[in-house]
């Protein structure tokens, strides 16, 4: 069986330190190799690279960037119309990912029109993110970079967002028909949205490229009260020979540091 490998989000942990460069130091006291971040664009690149090297911490996971925020976007991937904008962003992206020897890529597909009927707007919308995953993929590929989808639910989360099943990611992953382009399962959007999670795992796992993790409903640490049972996830995971990280993508309950004895735990029973 393999030895599951975890990376702390720092975009989510380490949440009472201000800047992405302490939370990457405070990541690697409390024992993670490696970290991801959503958007580390509101600091230089070089920046950040020198703190992971600092701090002997690897930043395996980045996301493009959202678009304007403040205006409603949460990516552009399958946005009609904004197709400049997100070549930008993923040159952007990969800028960061360079400097930072970072193999994977978020890209984000981003939300429905405001008052758009999600079945008038799904086949254009599906689309444009074939066309922009097929473009993504030939320019990531040169470096040797991995591009990810990952659906987030509707239901909690975000009504808007596109991509929200892994059934749907797993459909246009074929239609791309690009090797590296992978699926990003983030346990607590797939429960949520579909349960199943055995089943789910076992079909999708050759296209699984990276996997995050929290309690459903709250979002919080794995071992918190909540539906889903991630001693057997994990064993399973193992089992499977799973060797690519797990993200810790959870709102802590209290410090970050004093929720991690579930983690604690794994790697001494790992050794």
């Known amino acids: 069986m393999s030895r599951l490998r975890f990376c702390a989000n720092v975009s989510w942990m380490y949440a009472e330190l201000p800047h992405v460069t302490r939370r990457i130091d405070a990541a690697a006291a409390a024992g993670f190799k490696a970290v991801e971040a959503a958007w580390p664009y509101d600091t230089d690149p070089e920046e950040v690279r020198r703190a992971g090297d600092d701090a002997g911490v690897r930043v395996v996971l980045i996301n493009t960037p959202p678009g304007d925020l403040k205006a ?125 999670l055995t089943q789910n795992l076992k079909k999708y796992f050759p296209l699984i490229g990276h996997i995050q993790v929290a309690q459903v409903p709250e979002r919080n640490e794995p071992d918190s009260a909540g539906e889903v049972n991630y001693r057997y996830l994990f064993s399973l995971l193992e089992k499977m020979g799973y060797a690519e990280y797990i993200g810790c993508e959870y709102k802590p309950l209290r410090s970050t540091n004093e929720g991690l004895g579930w983690l604690r735990d794994y790697w001494t029973a790992s050794k």
């Open 72 to 196: 409603g976007d949460l990516g552009l991937g399958a946005v009609p119309g904004r197709e400049a904008e997100f070549r930008s962003g993923l040159q952007l992206a990969l800028k960061y990912a360079t400097a930072l020897d970072c193999k994977r890529i978020h890209l984000m597909a981003g939300r429905i029109p405001v008052g758009a009927d999600r079945a008038n707007v799904a086949s254009e919308m599906e689309s444009t993110f074939v066309q922009n995953l097929k473009y993504a993929a030939d320019v990531l590929i040169k470096e040797g970079v991995t591009g990810l989808i990952e659906p987030i639910n509707t239901r909690i989360t975000d009504p808007r967002y596109f991509l929200d099943s892994p059934h749907h990611a797993a459909a246009i992953i074929e239609k791309v028909g690009k090797p590296n382009i992978k699926l990003q399962m983030d346990v607590f959007h797939w429960q949520i949205m579909d349960g199943n």
